[in-house]
T-cell receptor, first 115, second 114 residues
Framework: AQTVTQSQPEMSVQEAETVTLSCTYD???????LFWYKQPPSRQMILVIR??????QNATENRFSVNFQKAAKSFSLKISDSQLGDAAMYFC????????????FGTGTRLTIIP | DGGITQSPKYLFRKEGQNVTLSCEQN?????MYWYRQDPGQGLRLIYY???????QKGDIAEGYSVSREKKESFPLTVTSAQKNPTAFYLC?????????????FGPGTRLTVT
């Protein structure tokens, strides 16, 4: 079974600075997808960024980028120019490319933005 | 606008009562999911359905039941057999088309059982 680990329960960053959230996963599969979801105080889950395992290039979405290290099974999220609206819980998630579409989530990292 | 609706936002029930949580989507997605979220934990999969009239148990299906009679709807019933039903419940859907099949989530229902 796949597992996803987020070892940082809480992180904080000064507004306009850069912060990196860590995520590691365990799988025996070679083809899969990885996601970062954001959950603000409203509790609505919002997809931030996704990465296909077969792609070597790291995904980027505006101020959000990932560092995908397939051999190390690491998938960190970098947020540049942090804004107050980035304050939220961030969840890393794994999905196999085969079989059912179940998402396996980490326990989350609570990100606080310091004005 | 396309999206996923869950109702109600807050639900209160007495212990021993069954309760049904609604989830509707107008995204024309084939697959739908129910997750449970508890404090300090990630989301855990309860049930999922990839096509109408078919569904599978997730990791924590005990004490829950679902139906999928229409593509747009995937209601979840929390039965009296569920030992700790108080939680935040999230419904999601995804398309079978496209490369990554990312899941889109509804706004959630907070269930409190006393």
């Amino acid at each position: 079974a796949q597992t996803v680990t987020q070892s940082q329960p809480e992180m904080s960053v000064q507004e306009a600075e850069t912060v990196t959230l860590s995520c590691t996963y365990d799988t025996s599969e070679s083809d899969y997808y990885l996601f970062w979801y954001k959950q603000p105080p409203s509790r609505q889950m919002i997809l931030v960024i996704r990465q296909e395992a077969y792609k070597q290039q790291n995904a980027t979405e505006n101020r959000f980028s990932v560092n995908f290290q397939k051999a190390a099974k690491s998938f960190s999220l970098k947020i540049s120019d942090s804004q107050l609206g980035d304050a939220a819980m961030y969840f890393c998630a794994y999905r196999s490319a085969q079989g059912n579409e179940k998402l396996t989530f980490g326990t989350g990292t609570r990100l606080t933005i310091i004005p | 606008d396309g999206g996923i609706t869950q109702s109600p936002k807050y639900l209160f029930r007495k212990e021993g009562q069954n309760v049904t949580l609604s989830c509707e989507q107008n995204l024309n997605h084939d697959a739908m999911y129910w997750y449970r979220q508890d404090p300090g934990q990630g989301l855990r999969l309860i049930y999922y359905s990839q096509i109408v009239n078919d569904f599978q148990k997730g990791d924590i299906a005990e004490g829950y039941s679902v139906s999928r009679e229409k593509k747009e709807s995937f209601p979840l019933t929390v039965t009296s057999a569920q030992k700790n039903p108080t939680a935040f419940y999230l419904c999601a859907s995804s398309s079978q088309r496209g490369s990554a099949y990312e899941q889109y989530f509804g706004p959630g229902t907070r269930l409190t059982v006393t």
